[in-house]
């Protein structure tokens, strides 16, 4: 399977960092990739932990910075959400929310396993039409800017080496030992079906 067969999606809560980071790895290395959160409302950091910044999933990344731009630039340039949501607009134009997608996935990887429960409920809820399978692996990632670089890496390792297999089912476990090997992760994993 080639990298641009592959259909990826990986998701994170708010389609900001982590999810965000991979699909820009992995879209430079020609994978067909497409990013998503599963929460509510895209969720920042504020001026303190207690006070985050929500905005809706229709908000677009442009429009996050001039309001970020607005209430106080110099915090949230130190904290690096603008430079998240500078690298986010060259991708994309706003977040996306994995629950309202239907396109088909081959392998949809999960940040945190919050997200992977979210994500395994709502594809065992919708209807199965072709019985296709999909892989959902969990590659638990710290929401900070170098932990999500570290966890976009392991994924983009992950796709590099389900690429070269015919048969994902039966590679997989090899592919998780051999990068466990390597990074010492665990992979929360399941195979739910379109």
């Given amino acids: 399977m080639s990298s641009s067969t592959l259909r990826v999606a990986v998701v994170c809560m708010s389609n900001m960092n982590r ?6 790895i992995l879209k430079k290395k020609g994978f067909n990739v497409r990013s998503f959160g599963v929460g509510s409302h895209v969720t920042l950091p504020g001026l303190a932990p207690n006070l985050p910044v929500v905005y809706d999933f229709s908000t677009t990344y442009e429009q996050m910075c001039k309001d970020l731009l607005c209430k106080n630039r110099m915090h949230h340039k130190s ?4 430079q998240i949501l500078g690298r ?4 994309k134009s706003g977040p996306e929310r994995f629950q309202e997608c239907r396109d088909p996935f081959d392998a949809v990887f999960t940040c945190t396993e919050r997200v992977y429960k979210v994500v395994v409920k709502d594809l065992c809820a ?6 296709q399978p999909v892989y959902v692996i969990n590659v638990e990632i710290e929401d900070t800017l170098e932990a999500a670089t570290l966890g976009a890496l392991i994924i983009c ?3 590099q080496g389900l690429q ?17 090997k390597k990074t ?8 739910c079906f379109y």
């Fill in 19 to 24: 999810s965000m980071e991979a699909h820009s």
């Fill in 88 to 91: 986010n607009e060259r991708i």
């Fill in 126 to 131: 919708r209807e199965q039409k072709t019985w």
């Fill in 79 to 82: 904290n690096g959400v603008l």
């Fill in 164 to 180: 070269q297999e015919d048969d994902m089912q039966s590679s997989l476990p090899k592919l998780f030992q051999a990068v466990k």
């Fill in 157 to 159: 390792e992950l796709c």
């Fill in 184 to 191: 010492g992760k665990s992979f929360l994993h399941t195979i």
